[in-house]
């Protein structure tokens, strides 16, 4: 089973502190992922990454970067945390279509709810 | 800008009755098609998905897809409270290793 695990389940930080958001998987999937999910938004990409070293952009990645070190570990990072990132994040891995045979398939992470105060 | 549409919900049924869940999707080069289940404080897990015009069948679950009238529907047969969650509907594109979430539909069976 794939497995992508999230660092911390739960964290309480302050306005302007910076804050790291750890993802890892043991699937050797190349591709990983990072969303936020809010009530009445649904889910939305902020950052993906291809390859290592490699990252895009996704719908919403103002106040956010992103590492990828190492193909297993995808890191989201908010560089001075804002009470409007209060949300529930989301880390996603998918194998590239041609060796998955099935193509795009997201695994996801428990996620992780981050509360700005 | 791609979108999936979703109807929102509640939609409730009783348990045994079909629930019939829809999705609507903007790209016309969208090629795969996928359903994904959350529970209430959980992350979103994968239970169908589809890629070419007609039906797949997994169990008590049934996918459909029209890519003319770019439409994907879920049939969950003998629903139980089990199946009460939010569903998800994600479509990937022919270019992007990324998905495109609809909002969700809430589904709730009463015993």
């Known amino acids: 089973d794939v497995k992508v695990t999230q660092s911390s389940r739960y964290l309480v930080k302050r306005t302007g502190e910076k804050v790291f958001l750890e993802c890892v998987q043991d699937m050797d999937h190349e591709n990983m992922f990072w969303y936020r999910q809010d009530p009445g938004l649904g889910l939305r990409l902020i950052y993906f990454s291809y390859d290592v070293k490699m990252k895009e952009k996704g719908d919403i990645p103002e106040g956010y970067s992103v590492s990828r070190e190492k193909k297993e570990r995808f890191s989201l990072i908010l560089e001075s945390a804002s009470t409007n990132q209060t949300s529930m994040y989301l880390c996603?891995?998918?194998?590239?279509?041609?060796?998955?045979?099935?193509?795009?398939?997201?695994?996801f992470g428990e996620g992780s709810r981050l509360t700005v105060l | 800008q791609k979108e999936v549409e979703q109807n929102s919900g509640p939609l409730s049924v009783p348990e045994g009755a079909i629930a019939s869940l829809n999705c609507t999707y903007s790209d016309r080069g969208s090629q795969s098609f996928f359903w994904y289940r959350q529970y209430s404080g959980k992350s979103p897990e994968l239970i169908m998905s589809i890629y070419s015009n007609g039906d797949k069948e997994d169990g008590r679950f049934t996918a459909q897809l029209n890519k003319a009238s770019q439409y994907v529907s879920l049939l969950i047969r003998d629903s139980q409270p089990s199946d009460s969650a939010t569903y998800l509907c994600?479509?990937?594109?022919?270019?992007?290793?990324?998905?495109?979430f609809g909002k969700g539909t809430m589904l709730l069976v009463s015993p």
């Open positions: 994600a479509v990937k594109d022919s270019g992007y290793s990324t998905l495109t």
């Open positions: 996603a891995s998918s194998a590239p279509p041609s060796r998955q045979g099935r193509t795009g398939e997201l695994f």
